[in-house]
């Protein structure tokens, strides 16, 4: 009776165990292989073997050859990420181009062909020769030195102009003069395209103004020379040169004051305009030495340009900030309340006046972590 039924229970258990092993031999197999890609660069193309030769890197950092066969069943890729045909793919494949090959359990499976980036260069014009449809540039090489380089308008070459739209050739060439920036574009070895980049405004005297003289055209600005020395120097302006105020807007040569800083703009040889600068604010920080709330002044001590100690008395007018420690702005009453001889403050002004004074709030020392309990037993 026993024996019975213990042959009857694995008779009951032995179908869903051998279930479970199935299954889990089925998930194994269903475990994902992994592609491996590699990159190379095109030695030899070799259509009637049905072969391609490429260069590639090791581990190691050693290049060797590799040939790859192009077995029934491979993907081919062109430079265009459409899938091609093997007799079109190896026909446009050429020594130098790279070439991505993807592997699946060591066989071959695909094999793209990676296009070529455009790289630009930049140049300064130096002949244009329309007759022979071509342009004599000035580029500096890696190794930083100039040396010229002649540009051949083929068919198919693109022509930007400094406008940004596409030219045709003839205009193009004519509004080209020596000494005008291009950027050449080349794909493969071939230039594709051709742009010229407009100059850009660029600062040709800055300083701060001394006097305007409207009626001449004319402004003075204390300028500092390469010797480091100030010296004032007068600019003549052209009639109708646009002047660009504080905030950017465009104004006249009579709004600018004396003490602006100033930057009278160059372009193409002449100039564009006078700007003035905005001003920042200068930010002086010191320690609080006393505080009259009845005065609404501060008195702190700070560092002056000779490395010397100095006091200096600030006046909480109206329209001054106060930030308080914790980042928010204060009423004045209460700042000038938590405010204690040897605190820090920053204080802020524009143009000479204070604009804002900042509490700072003291930097706490990092706390030091107490000595874990040695794991040692001390003999007693």
């Given at each position: 009776?026993?024996?019975?039924?213990?042959?009857?229970m694995?008779?009951?258990?032995l179908?869903?165990?051998?279930?479970?092993?199935?299954?889990?031999e089925?998930?194994?197999?269903?475990?994902?292989?992994?592609?491996?890609?590699?990159?190379?660069?095109?030695?030899k193309?070799?259509?009637?073997k049905?072969s391609?030769?490429?260069?590639?890197?090791g581990?190691?950092?050693?290049?060797?050859?590799?040939?790859?066969?192009l077995?029934?069943?491979?993907?081919?890729?062109?430079?265009?990420?459409?899938?091609?045909?093997?007799?079109?793919?190896?026909?446009?494949?050429?020594?130098g181009?790279?070439?991505?090959?993807?592997?699946?359990?060591?066989?071959?499976?695909?094999?793209?062909d990676?296009?070529?980036?455009?790289?630009?260069?930049?140049?300064h014009?130096?002949?244009?020769?329309?007759?022979?449809?071509?342009?004599?540039?000035k580029?500096?090489?890696?190794?930083?030195k100039?040396?010229?380089?002649?540009?051949e308008?083929?068919?198919?070459?693109k022509?930007?102009?400094?406008?940004?739209?596409e030219?045709?050739e003839?205009?193009?060439?004519?509004?080209?003069?020596p000494g005008?920036?291009?950027m050449?574009?080349?794909?493969?070895g071939?230039?594709?395209?051709v742009?010229?980049?407009?100059?850009?405004?660029?600062?040709?005297?800055?300083?701060?103004?001394?006097?305007?003289?409207?009626?001449?055209?004319?402004?003075?600005?204390?300028v500092?020379?390469r010797?480091?020395?100030?010296?004032?120097?007068t600019?003549?302006?052209?009639?109708?040169?646009?002047?660009?105020?504080?905030e950017?807007?465009?104004g006249?040569?009579t709004?600018?004051?004396?003490?602006?800083?100033?930057?009278?703009?160059?372009?193409?040889?002449?100039?564009?305009s006078?700007?003035?600068?905005?001003?920042?604010?200068?930010?002086?920080?010191?320690?609080?030495?006393?505080?009259?709330?009845?005065?609404?002044?501060?008195?702190?001590?700070?560092?002056?340009?000779?490395?010397?100690?100095?006091?200096k008395?600030?006046?909480i007018?109206?329209?001054?900030?106060?930030?308080?420690?914790d980042?928010?702005?204060d009423?004045?009453?209460?700042?000038?309340?938590?405010?204690?001889?040897?605190e820090?403050?920053?204080?802020?002004?524009?143009e000479?006046?204070?604009i804002?004074?900042?509490?700072?709030p003291?930097?706490?020392p990092?706390?030091?972590?107490?000595?874990?309990?040695?794991?040692?037993?001390?003999?007693?």
């Amino acid at each position: 009776m026993l024996r019975s039924f213990f042959y009857s229970m694995v008779l009951l258990l032995l179908p869903p165990l051998l279930g479970a092993a199935a299954e889990a031999e089925d998930k194994k197999e269903d475990k994902p292989i992994r592609f491996q890609g590699s990159y190379g660069t095109v030695v030899k193309v070799d259509a009637d073997k049905h072969s391609v030769t490429i260069k590639v890197r090791g581990r190691d950092g050693k290049e060797t050859e590799k040939t790859i066969e192009l077995k029934e069943g491979v993907k081919l890729i062109g430079a265009d990420g459409k899938e091609d045909k093997e007799a079109h793919f190896l026909k446009g494949l050429h020594a130098g181009e790279h070439v991505m090959v993807m592997e699946k359990e060591g066989k071959v499976v695909e094999i793209r062909d990676i296009p070529t980036r455009p790289w630009g260069s930049f140049g300064h014009v130096v002949k244009v020769d329309a007759a022979k449809h071509s342009i004599t540039i000035k580029i500096r090489g890696r190794d930083g030195k100039e040396a010229e380089k002649t540009i051949e308008l083929k068919e198919g070459v693109k022509l930007i102009g400094a406008d940004g739209k596409e030219d045709k050739e003839a205009h193009f060439l004519m509004g080209l003069k020596p000494g005008e920036q291009l950027m050449v574009v080349e794909r493969e070895g071939k230039v594709v395209e051709v742009r010229d980049i407009p100059e850009r405004p660029h600062v040709k005297f800055a300083g701060s103004a001394v006097k305007v003289d409207a009626a001449k055209h004319s402004i003075t600005l204390k300028v500092r020379g390469r010797d480091g020395k100030e010296e004032e120097k007068t600019v003549e302006l052209p009639e109708g040169i646009k002047v660009f105020g504080k905030e950017g807007k465009e104004g006249k040569l009579t709004e600018v004051a004396v003490g602006d800083q100033v930057l009278v703009m160059e372009k193409e040889g002449k100039l564009e305009s006078v700007r003035v600068m905005r001003p920042y604010p200068r930010m002086t920080y010191g320690t609080v030495v006393k505080v009259e709330a009845a005065k609404h002044s501060i008195t702190f001590k700070l560092k002056g340009k000779d490395g010397k100690e100095e006091e200096k008395t600030v006046t909480i007018k109206e329209g001054v900030k106060l930030i308080g420690e914790d980042g928010k702005e204060d009423k004045e009453a209460h700042f000038v309340k938590e405010l204690h001889p040897g605190e820090h403050i920053l204080v802020m002004e524009l143009e000479g006046k204070v604009i804002e004074i900042r509490d700072l709030p003291e930097r706490k020392p990092p706390e030091k972590k107490p000595d874990k309990p040695s794991d040692k037993k001390t003999d007693k």
